[in-house]
């Protein structure tokens, strides 16, 4: 129904101050659509409509503005929806034309059904530590020459003929306190022999 068969079918029947008011939302109504507004709210509409002689947004909020309710969403009806701007990580889905659009949400779709597989199979906030390392083969084993070698250097032996002493903090330290080998170098060498 046009707005113009609702002020109609609403002004029959009505007292003079109503025909008024409803002429005056309407007269609103028409100076918004000819600006191309699309805003016909309640408040809006009165607001605008003070000027023609409308109602009050009380007035029309109240029982008594069914009819002014109804005339006010008869100009909103005719207003086409606009597409709400979509918004987020995949908003530009929405740009692809038709098929490639299909295309691309069906993936979307099996990639949050895959994401949705994997929380249910390793929850999340649980720290998993995963080890691919091989286990040592004969080629990483160390000879009995190398092996004797690093033994060798990781004895007191060694450390008494070079006039050496260990550090604190698993390193050689000089005759007069200076480092020769780094932080961790016995703590190495002793990993290495149980490890290799």
Known sequence: MTPEETLARLSEGTSTRTRRSLHAIYETCMEQKKRGSTDFTLAMIARL???YGAPSLQTVKNSGGA???????????????KPKPVSGPHSWIDELNGRHQLLARGLLAQLRAEQRKTKELLPPNVVYEVDVRSAPSATFKLTESERDALEYLNSDLFLIEHNLKRGPRSDILGPN????FWPGTLNALEKSLKHL
Do not use: S, W
Request: hydrophobic share 45%; charged share 25%.
């Open 177 to 180: 306190d200076e480092q020769l």
């Open 49 to 51: 409509g003070a000027v």
């Open 67 to 81: 009819k002014y309710r109804t005339l006010i969403g008869a100009f909103a009806d005719q207003v086409p929806l």
